[in-house]
């Protein structure tokens, strides 16, 4: 596709519940970001790919948190017993680079933890 | 480490008048400093990118940001406001250390405001 596609765009889950939340980037790029925005907040850095390889995981809150992406296109997040702090837009970005590339961001995830 | 404070939550402006966003960073290494939009329901899109190339940078929809580095400041502004401005508007500052990740640090983000 043209621009970077997420999926689901809305999630609803449960307390406890795990969920897995898509990111397609732009096709051929190298680059992939995870970006966790709080209602009011500015968007905040998860995770980074250079292709396959998961360079910087330092952004991520807690060991409930976890990223792949195997064959160096589309990756995955997974939140493992949600917590209602999850509650968040969950933004993927890519870059055709790896240095001082401009990010295209993805239109998001929503993801509402009851 | 870097930062990047906004000065102003929101900032309403009429329609036709100028519109000035403010935005000071703080970073140890020289940084590539970017103004992003996010309309409500969409995504991210970039208005502007500076990365140590001319000072004055111009971006789409006739936006235009100004890189002082004596001032640490990197304001947004545009001559006109239209009625289609009307956003969130958030200063982003990356900076490149080596390790070939360049994960973006936002500002909390200013509600722009037009009155018809």
């Known amino acids: 596709g043209a621009g970077v596609s997420q999926s689901p765009r809305y999630k609803v889950a449960k307390r406890g519940q795990d969920v897995a939340l898509r990111c397609d980037p732009i096709s051929g790029h190298v680059s992939l970001f995870w970006y966790q925005q709080a209602l009011g907040q500015g968007p905040e850095f998860l995770t980074y790919?250079?292709?396959?390889?998961?360079?910087?995981k330092s952004g991520l809150p807690s060991d409930r948190f976890f990223a792949e992406r195997p064959e160096g296109s589309v990756s995955t997040l997974k939140i493992q017993r949600t917590q209602q702090e999850d509650s968040a837009v969950y933004l993927c970005?890519?870059?055709?680079?790896?240095?001082?590339?401009?990010?295209?961001f993805g239109p998001g995830t929503r993801l509402l933890v009851l | 480490a870097q930062s990047v404070t906004q000065l102003d939550s929101h900032v309403s402006v009429s329609e036709g008048t100028p519109v000035l966003l403010r935005c000071n960073y703080s970073s140890s290494y020289s940084p590539s400093l970017f103004w992003y939009v996010q309309h409500p329901n969409k995504g991210l899109q970039l208005l502007l990118k500076?990365?140590?190339?001319?000072?004055l940078v111009k971006g789409i929809n006739g936006f235009e940001a100004e890189f002082k580095k004596s001032e640490t400041s990197f304001h947004l502004t545009k001559p006109s406001a239209h009625m289609s401005d009307a956003a969130e508007y958030f200063c982003?500052?990356?900076?490149?250390?080596?390790?070939?990740?360049?994960?973006?640090?936002f500002g909390k983000g200013t509600h722009l405001i037009i009155q018809p």
């Open positions: 500076y990365t140590s190339a001319a000072t």
């Open positions: 970005a890519s870059s055709r680079g790896t240095t001082g590339e401009t990010q295209y």
């Open positions: 790919f250079q292709n396959e390889a998961q360079l910087d």
């Open positions: 982003v500052v990356s900076v490149h250390s080596g390790g070939g990740a360049d994960g973006l640090t």
